[in-house]
């Protein structure tokens, strides 16, 4: 069923891109939109998928804004989220 998620420290194109890339092969067609904020990202997904889509945004730099991170946790997915940033802007 189709599904959406507000996720942080998606700034633009570049990092929607990211999101779409590293999500197709193993959740499918994601829709990031740029037009409100936080920023919402909108797929076809089971609950029983749920955890592993948390993680694996997570791990890209994009955590779902309703997961509480502490200051390690949130510097780090920032970081990630300019890398994944500069990499979707070259693949776009």
Request: aromatic residues 6%; glycine residues 8%; contains cysteine.
């Amino acid at each position: 069923m189709k599904q959406s998620f507000a996720v942080l420290n998606v700034k633009c194109g570049g990092c929607a891109n990211s999101l779409k890339k590293g999500l197709i092969d193993e959740f499918g067609v994601v829709e990031v939109d740029l037009n409100v904020v936080p920023r919402v990202i909108s797929l076809d997904i089971e609950d029983k998928d749920i955890d592993r889509l948390k993680a694996k945004v997570k791990a890209m730099g994009y955590p779902f804004a309703s997961e509480e991170m502490g200051f390690m946790d949130e510097t780090t997915t920032k970081a990630k989220s300019f890398v994944s940033c500069a990499v979707g802007k070259i693949d776009l």
